[in-house]
């Protein structure tokens, strides 16, 4: 299990609205749960997220939870920012679930807010409002593959994504965090977060 954490002891001003969906900025915590299969990079991207949080001057912890240690064990990554301390490293209600498998996520929609967001890897891009929250399907093998990108980057397009949504962080701050983060691939990781907002966009406008 990897736990971390980050306080600043300042105020961070306000965060705006978003285009689509909205939280309720009285809650000073938002949830992000990454799920998939060991390999997919589910730990990555929310090490990427929170360092993204850091730079936007956000409160935020990161936990992870492994299966058997093995490739295709179940994993997942818990990711909190908040404007306040944080004082419970887990998540007990997912603002935002994001599924890098192909395996059902009827497992964790309990945990999801009623109001809250899911995103997953599918065959087309669609949107499935249901149960009150709301689900994007992206089509992400055939959008790296246009770009010519390792379907590898699965995991950043989706979380990129999942931020251009939600506006859970700074979008400049998760490209900030990739040049800090992996020097080596960073072309292709910001390639994949560039290719995750404009994916993002696309599931704005067909809303509107």
């Known amino acids: 299990m990897c736990f971390r954490t980050r306080s600043f002891c300042y105020s961070f001003g306000e965060t705006k609205g978003v285009l689509y969906y909205r939280r309720d900025q009285t809650l000073s915590e938002f949830g992000i749960l990454i799920v998939g ?10 090490v990427l997220l929170a360092e993204a949080a850091f730079l936007s001057r956000k409160h935020v912890a990161q936990t992870s939870k492994t299966g058997a240690g093995v490739r295709n064990g179940n994993v997942e990554a818990h990711v909190i920012v908040s404007d306040e301390p944080i004082y419970f490293p887990y998540i007990t209600k997912s603002n935002v679930l994001i599924s890098l498998s192909n395996n059902p996520i009827d497992k964790h929609i309990n945990t999801i807010h009623s109001d809250g967001l899911v995103l997953t890897d599918g065959c087309e891009n669609k949107i499935v409002k249901n149960l009150g929250y709301v689900h994007f399907s992206l089509n992400c093998k055939a959008a790296l593959m246009r770009e010519n990108i390792s379907e590898e980057q699965t995991n950043i397009l989706m979380l990129a994504a999942a931020v251009t949504l939600c506006d ?26 560039l290719l995750g907002v404009e994916l993002a966009q696309q599931c704005k406008n067909s809303c509107l």
């Open 37 to 46: 299969k060991a390999g997919q990079g589910a730990i990555f991207a929310s």
């Open 168 to 193: 859970i962080v700074n979008i400049n701050c998760l490209l900030e965090a990739a040049k800090t983060i992996d020097q080596l691939n960073q072309k292709e990781i910001i390639k994949s977060l």
